[in-house]
């Protein structure tokens, strides 16, 4: 037997039973709310519903401009790699990926590059003796090096435990004090077609936990 719903003003909805055998049992929610339907329009399930594994939401900043630091033995933000997100839940993880393209003047430039939240350095190595701890980086550039860029990739699940608005940044840091360390170019940079100029990235994903 259906069932008819006469609307509050015109026209009705129809509840139509199963052409099915047997008992079939429709739970509806103990709450107030609109049922999501494959042809509802702008309608979207709630964030706390989702699935664990779920992206909750994106924010990603691509860096096109270059950076410079003579910043010996100390780390720097690198200007136009940081990124802000809210977190929806304090039990979510944050899935960080960044591309950083950098190079050096000098051929004995040494870099290191690393990430952080707020404060906290994320996703580096395991400190060993003095050796610098960071995500990536180079003891010396190299003759050849001055001309070339070279691109690291970082990937890493962080667990920020917290709602608040949260920054992940990129920082650098000049390991040798000789030359400039640059970003998005060659350490020479030749105004010609054979000195490229590059872009770098940082994308911030919640994801679901």
Do not use: H
Not at 92 to 121: E, K, Q, W
Not at 139 to 147: F, K, M, P, V
């Amino acid at each position: 037997m259906s069932i008819v719903l006469m609307g509050s003003t015109s026209g009705s909805v129809t509840l139509q039973e199963p052409a099915v055998a047997g008992t079939t049992v429709l739970t509806l929610p103990a709450v107030s709310g609109t049922l999501i339907t494959t042809g509802s329009s702008g309608q979207s399930i709630p964030r706390a519903a989702l699935p664990i594994g779920s992206v909750i939401q994106v924010f990603s900043i691509t860096k096109t401009d270059t950076f410079t630091t003579n910043s010996y033995n100390t780390w720097v933000d690198v200007t136009g790699l940081s990124v802000n997100i809210t977190p929806v839940s304090s039990s979510n993880d944050i899935l960080v990926f960044a591309a950083i393209n950098y190079s050096g003047s000098s051929a004995s430039t040494g870099v290191a590059l690393r990430c952080v939240r707020g404060s906290t350095v994320i996703g580096s190595s395991d400190t060993a003796g003095s050796r610098t701890s960071a995500f990536g980086g180079t003891e010396e550039i190299g003759t050849s090096g001055i001309y070339s860029q070279f691109g690291v990739p970082f990937i890493y699940l962080d667990s920020p435990i917290t709602t608040s608005s949260t920054t992940y940044k990129i920082q650098a840091n000049l390991i040798d004090n000789y030359g400039t360390l640059v970003i998005n170019r060659t350490g020479y940079d030749g105004d010609t077609t054979a000195f490229p100029r590059s872009s770098s990235a940082i994308t911030v994903m919640e994801i679901a936990a």
